[in-house]
């Protein structure tokens, strides 16, 4: 995809799409990184693998000399900070200053003699995009060395890109290497927290992932009609058509080509967050070669806010032995806007928060709460 002659809301969804693109065909990520980095003010743009314990450090940068990013396995062991930037959840954004503050990285050795000369910025925007027991992921974005800080604009396209960055990751993790021939091998992408679908120009299902079955069986915001997707709210199930019609059109047309929607649900659940995204007509014959009679045309991912939240809150319980109203606040308060705002969202009293924070204090062997919501976001 190319972003020439677009508005600005055009770009961006026609980025959103070059980043699920990628996902399908890893010899776009460079070009999707530089297109990251000019969106968003910071053209030096780094994807950083982290896995200590392999000692493993690697670095790859579209615009930075080649030696500089070699050398940084050599620096590995004595790289500030960097192990601290797996305590950051996958899609959350944070700024070099949230890990080392500026005075203290700009005196080391590491920043003197590798950092600076390579043209990265001392607090750059930066996201995990997985993290794991074994390793993480993370993407960067690097402003001029003399530039202005990134402004509020800046950084809320970074973290709404910071999102889409996660799931594609997450989507290209489960489909490379595998040579996909028959939709046995696509049961890897039965891991995913999301709903992924392929779908056809009739939005028609070619393959549909456990998570994608359960919503469309469920009948609650998504379903099928006559045999094509659709949903649940009548506009909603046409605008949703529509972002897949809009992608069976000429590969050199990309304005308007996909895009996002929210489908509403049930009374006082909340809605399901859709992405629609093209599929190259080349990437649809090499990745789905079974399917080329029927050739998919858009990625449906879904994404069930809820469903997260369950799982964040399973999650907690298992690692703290929260109860389920422990874990409800312990959610709440990593928002970062107090205990009354915590209390108020979920309609109980200050003096039943404040019993739950004490709780959770006494189970996580915290003593602040910045120390807890750090030891919180932890994977």
Request: proline share 5%; net charge negative; hydrophobic share 40%.
């Amino acid at each position: 995809m190319s972003g020439g002659g677009l508005s600005g809301e055009d770009k961006v969804l026609d980025l959103v799409g070059s980043i699920y693109d990628a996902a399908l065909d890893a010899q776009l990520w460079p070009g999707v990184l530089n297109r990251i980095g000019d969106a968003v003010g910071g053209p030096q743009v780094v994807f950083g693998f982290y896995d200590p314990a392999n000692g493993i450090v690697s670095m790859h940068a579209p615009r930075t000399d080649p030696d500089i990013l070699r050398s940084f396995h050599d620096w590995s062991p004595n790289i500030p900070a960097l192990p601290c930037t797996g305590n950051y959840r996958p899609g959350e954004v944070f700024t070099g200053g949230d890990v080392i503050s500026r005075d203290e990285f700009t005196s080391t050795a590491f920043y003197n003699e590798l950092w600076r000369p390579g043209g990265f910025s001392a607090d750059p925007l930066v996201t995990n995009l997985f993290a794991d027991s074994a390793a993480s992921g993370h993407i960067a974005s690097h402003g001029l060395q003399n530039q202005s800080p990134f402004d509020g604009s800046q950084k809320r396209l970074f973290a709404a890109l910071a999102q889409h960055l996660v799931r594609a990751v997450a989507l290209q993790r489960r489909v490379y290497h595998l040579t996909i021939a028959n939709e046995r091998a696509l049961t890897g992408l039965d891991g995913l927290q999301q709903g992924f679908l392929l779908v056809d120009a009739e939005a028609r299902p070619l393959f549909v992932n456990r998570v994608a079955r359960a919503l469309l069986d469920s009948r609650d915001g998504l379903r099928l009609e006559a045999g094509a997707l659709s949903a649940s709210d009548a506009d909603g199930g046409r605008t949703l058509r529509g972002l897949i019609k809009s992608c069976a059109g000429d590969a050199s047309v990309v304005a308007g080509s996909g895009g996002d929607v929210a489908l509403p649900r049930g009374s006082e659940r909340l809605p399901l967050d859709v992405v629609v995204t093209p599929v190259k007509q080349e990437t649809a014959k090499a990745v789905l070669p079974w399917t080329f009679s029927q050739r998919a045309i858009a990625i449906v991912l879904v994404s069930d806010p809820e469903g997260e939240i369950q799982a964040r809150a399973e999650d907690l319980r298992q690692r703290f032995g929260f109860t389920p109203a422990e874990a409800a606040f312990a959610l709440e308060i990593v928002k970062g806007d107090g205990r009354q705002a915590a209390a108020d969202r979920l309609g109980i009293t200050v003096g039943t928060a404040r019993s739950h924070l004490s709780s959770i204090f006494d189970k996580t062997g915290s003593r602040r709460q910045a120390e807890l919501v750090r030891l919180l976001l932890q994977k």
